[in-house]
């Protein structure tokens, strides 16, 4: 849209040249191969014409340019976003790694003291009670 708007305000800035050529009340126009004399009213509408197309060039530009600076901004907030979903998720995981060595711990131990609870009992029924 800037690159069309910056079009727009050539060719207007090249219409306001050629049209400001003239001297006696009526002006001489040429673009390119054409060319034409214009009365004083015909060109005053040119010139509200080449007004409005000069208006329409820097709506364009303005518009490009706020879009752009919209989407710029809206990616930095993702990103932003991204990298704070990013860190979150790293933290859970590593919270969820240390909850699943605890519990891999606590099971070991477990397992452990049942082991030494049936040494125990399998000790205590070899040898016959004394009275």
Do not use: C, H, Y
Not at 4 to 23: D, H, N, Q
Not at 39 to 60: H, P, R, S
Not at 106 to 114: F, I, P, T, V
């Amino acid at each position: 849209m800037i690159l069309a708007g910056l079009l727009l305000m050539i060719i207007a800035g090249l219409m306001i040249a050629l049209g400001v050529m003239g001297g006696d009340g009526s002006a001489f126009l040429a673009i390119g191969g054409a060319s034409m004399r214009l009365t004083a009213a015909e060109l005053f509408l040119t010139g509200v014409f080449t007004a409005v197309v000069l208006m329409l060039g820097f709506w364009m530009i303005r518009a490009g340019i706020s879009r752009r600076l919209a989407r710029r901004r809206e990616q930095k907030e993702l990103d932003a976003r991204n990298r704070e979903l990013e860190t979150t998720r790293q933290t859970e995981a590593k919270e969820a790694a240390e909850a699943a060595k605890a519990a891999i711990a606590k099971a070991e131990a477990a397992q452990a003291e049942a082991a030494q609870a049936k040494a125990a009992l399998d000790s205590n029924q070899a040898v016959p009670p004394t009275q």
